[in-house]
């Protein structure tokens, strides 16, 4: 029996109806989904929100799965402009808007953690500026999950304004180390810019997870990469979870291979169950 809990993120099914997709994950084995909010997996602007949101919850329990709610759509925002607004533009309402939208989800659908992150800084904005910004908006933000009682876990993500652990570390205490202001880890992003070994870094960050992302990577170089087919050494990243407590989902961050979901889904599990009986072994 694993000791982790493993899930697929809905980003890896653009191709498929929700309801498809979480039936084929569930099928497969999966404990649980990363839901990506988006035009056609749970629109959160879309007329009938409610009725949507009360029937993915009835899937989601009678397929027995667990659910955290990711905020990552490219252009569900601005057709024009992927991942924009975010919290450090001028016109960064609808962002609030949306994530805002998004806790309320998932504190609907019982979602064990909102994950978002915080965008990359546009031209015209000095750092100073979009610090204020992306402190006040997370503030904000926290207040509401708070509120609702559901974690957020804020995801460093390279290229953007908070890219490592140290700029998670910084902004929680720029926040005051709020207990609802936690991490999403994805495990392919310490390879590619984290200078400690991949498992240290999940072991420096454990009493904070509230979320992880996992996926295959190489150095330096923001490529989500099938299992095998980059440079991590998967079985002591695991052990590392499992020494550090982690109870959360270990999600199956893949938003390119929608093309073959069902395939690449099914050997990623695979794969995640075997590098799981070498960690303990």
């Not at 590619?192 to 009493?207: G, I, K, S, W």
Request: charged share 25%; net charge negative.
């Amino acid at each position: 029996m694993t000791a982790l809990r493993y899930g697929y993120g809905t980003n890896g099914f653009a191709n498929h109806r929700l309801g498809d997709a979480l039936e084929v994950i569930a099928g497969l084995g999966y404990a649980g989904v990363a839901l990506t909010l988006d035009h056609d997996h749970l629109d959160p602007f879309a007329p009938g929100l409610a009725r949507g949101v009360a029937t993915v919850a009835d899937r989601l329990r009678d397929l027995g799965l667990g659910v955290v709610v990711e905020t990552g759509a490219r252009y569900l925002l601005d057709p024009w402009r992927k991942h924009a607004p975010t919290l450090l533009h001028d016109d960064r309402k609808l962002r609030l808007d949306f994530l805002r939208r998004a806790v309320a989800v998932g504190a609907d659908l019982g979602a064990e953690a909102v994950s978002f992150w915080a965008g990359v800084r546009p031209d015209g904005v000095d750092a100073a500026t979009a610090w204020r910004r992306l402190v006040d908006g997370c503030a904000e933000i926290t207040e509401a999950a708070t509120a609702a009682g559901v974690p957020l876990g804020f995801e460093p993500e390279p290229g953007m304004e908070v890219a490592d652990i140290a700029g998670w570390r910084r902004l929680r205490a720029a926040l005051g180390e709020p207990g609802m202001f936690g991490l999403t880890l994805d495990i392919g992003h310490c390879r590619c810019l984290e200078d400690p070994p991949v498992p240290d870094c999940v072991t420096a960050v454990a009493p904070h997870l509230v979320n992880v992302q996992i996926d295959d990577m190489r150095r330096g170089v923001h490529e989500h990469l099938e299992f095998g087919t980059g440079e991590i050494d998967f079985p002591p990243v695991l052990r590392a979870l499992i020494d550090g407590g982690y109870r959360g989902l270990v999600a199956v961050e893949l938003p390119r291979h929608s093309h073959a979901a069902p395939t690449v889904a099914r050997e990623s599990l695979a794969f995640l169950r075997a590098a799981e009986k070498e960690a303990q072994c």
